[in-house]
């Protein structure tokens, strides 16, 4: 059964960083293209970030671009979201989310991803 596990949530002040981690056990981890997702509650799920499974491409929510960083390392097989800048609005459960390399669709589409991990929380504190 494939797995899915994010790592690094927590609780931070306003305008601090912190750092996601998510690894999944789907072979070869270099054929899946990777996202972030999250939601907060009382609203919808929502995008966050996404790689390519070539990791040559990066795609981002104008709410997080120039402060979020998605990043993979295929030899560790470990996808890291770095998040700096927090605002108390970025709190929510954060989701990392895995698909097929030979998934077309839109990477900021969460219909497109088959495997998803439990979730982990994220709370900025103002």
């Known amino acids: 059964q494939v797995q899915v596990v994010e790592s690094g949530g927590g609780l931070v002040q306003a305008g601090g960083p912190l750092r996601l981690s998510c690894t999944g056990s789907?072979?070869?981890?270099?054929?899946?293209?990777w996202g972030w997702f999250r939601q907060a509650p009382g609203k919808e799920r929502e995008f966050v970030a996404a790689?390519?499974?070539?990791?040559?491409?990066?795609y981002y929510a104008d709410s997080v671009k120039g402060r979020f960083t998605i990043s993979r390392d295929n030899a560790k097989e470990m996808v890291t979201l770095q998040m700096n800048s927090l605002k108390p609005e970025d709190t929510a459960v954060y989701y990392c989310a895995a698909r097929s390399r030979y998934v077309r669709a839109g990477y900021s589409s969460g219909s497109t991803y088959g495997f998803w991990g439990q979730g982990t929380q994220v709370t900025v504190s103002s």
């Open positions: 790689i390519t499974w070539s990791g040559d491409s990066t």
């Open positions: 789907m072979r070869p981890f270099s054929n899946y293209g």
